[in-house]
Each structure stands twice: as C-alpha cells, then as structure tokens.
C-alpha cells in the first residue's frame, strides 16, 4: 500500500539554526510530492511540491526540498530557520489515476522554534 | 479570490446526534475532496467528487457517513448517528484540474467533537 513516512514527530530547534526534516515514500509510479504547512490557527498551505524537471524545488519563505527518486525521499530543508517557522509540516504524495485522485499525507512533523 | 470555505469551524455534538459539515470550494473547481485527521493521527483521504459525482469514496470509513454535492458546486458531509470515533478535524480541498502537477486547496477544517 502507498505510504508516507514522516521521521521526525516533534522537532525543536534555536533561530537561526538549519532545518532537516525527512520524508520518505512507498510507491512505485510517477509521484507528485509536496510539502504542506499549517501554521497554529491557520489551515493547511502548500509550501512546495514537485512533478517533473529540477529535483530540487524552492518553495515560499525560504524554504526547499529535494527529490531523490533511488531513495524514495523528498527531505525538507531550510538553512535558517525564523520563530514564525513553528509550525506543523506535512509531506505528501498525490496519487492520480484513471479520472481520479487522492493525497497520500505523513503523520507531520511538529516544529517548535525558541526564539 | 477566495479560498476554500469550511462550516462550521467547531461543532460539539452528543453521540447519536447527526451533523452536516459544508464546504465550499474555490470557485471553477470542478475537483473536490473531503479529508478527516482523527486525534495524533495522519490526515486521512475520504473521497473524491468530480463536479457532482464521487470519483472515488474509498476512504468514506462506513455508512454512517454521507456526502453529496448536488449541483457541482458546494459539498455536504453528514455524520448520523455520530460516534465518539468521529471525533477529529474534517478538511475540505478543491482543484481545477487533474493534470499533473494538480494542487489541491485545502480549507480551514471543521473540528467535531463527539461526546
């Protein structure tokens, strides 16, 4: 079955820190992957996603993921991370087929910045 | 342009009562989605409507739970008789097309907590 593992649950950092989260996958067909955030109060915003071309995206705010098709892994990254980065993020795969279509969504990882 | 709309955005019911969710999506998507993320769980699919037609409600988890969207345009969801297990956020998305690359938007959510 098609899954998304998010590794990380909590994670907690200083500002200006760098951001690894890790994302990885489990199907066998062409993916469209994304990243989604939701910030405290706000609903789900798409942060950045990847369908074909340059395996590494640049989402809004700074942020980028790459695409690593022989690791199944579409890791989130930032270099410095800000306070109004915390946050809940959650990496995804679209799954499209015949007239239909679904996301395939992480359990999230939860991101506390101490300012 | 407006968003994705979602109401209400908090509905407590008692177990064995009925609620009706709503959703709105961005105006010209013919594609929309309903998703539910029980509590410390991952935000799980529930189906896919095409203008009025469910494409695909494999994730609808029983027949307690009835969606429809009359008309292509605005989407219910109810829940009769509600269970403690419904408990949890229901999020709405929409999308124009299904091309590769789609985005889906997703709304604000509506919490429900089944007592």
């Not at chain 1, 909590?10 to 199907?27: D, K, P, Q, R, W």
């Amino acid at each position: 079955a098609q899954s998304v593992s998010q590794h990380n649950h909590h994670v907690i950092l200083s500002e200006a820190a760098s951001l690894e989260l890790g994302c990885n996958y489990s199907y066998g067909g062409t993916v469209n992957l994304f990243w989604y955030v939701q910030y405290p109060g706000q609903h789900l915003q798409l942060l950045l996603k990847y369908f074909s071309g340059d395996p590494l995206v640049k989402g809004i705010k700074g942020f980028e993921a790459e695409f690593i098709k022989s690791k199944f892994s579409f890791n989130l990254r930032k270099p410095s991370v800000q306070w109004s980065d915390t946050a809940e993020y959650f990496c995804a795969v679209n799954l499209r087929y015949s007239s239909a279509s679904k996301i395939i969504f992480g359990s999230g990882t939860r991101l506390s910045i101490r300012p | 342009e407006a968003g994705v709309t979602q109401f209400p955005s908090h509905s407590v019911i008692e177990k064995g009562q009925t609620v009706t969710l709503r959703c709105d999506p961005i105006s010209g998507h013919d594609n929309l989605y309903w998703y539910r993320r029980v509590m410390g769980k991952e935000i799980k699919f529930l189906l896919h409507f095409v203008k009025e037609s469910k494409q695909d409600e494999s994730g609808m988890p029983n027949n307690r739970f009835l969606a429809e969207r009359t008309g292509g345009t605005y989407s219910t969801l109810k829940v009769q008789p509600a269970e403690l297990e419904d408990s949890g956020v229901y999020f709405c998305a929409s999308s124009q097309d299904l091309q590769e690359g789609e985005t889906q938007y997703f709304g604000p959510g509506t919490r429900l907590l089944v007592l």
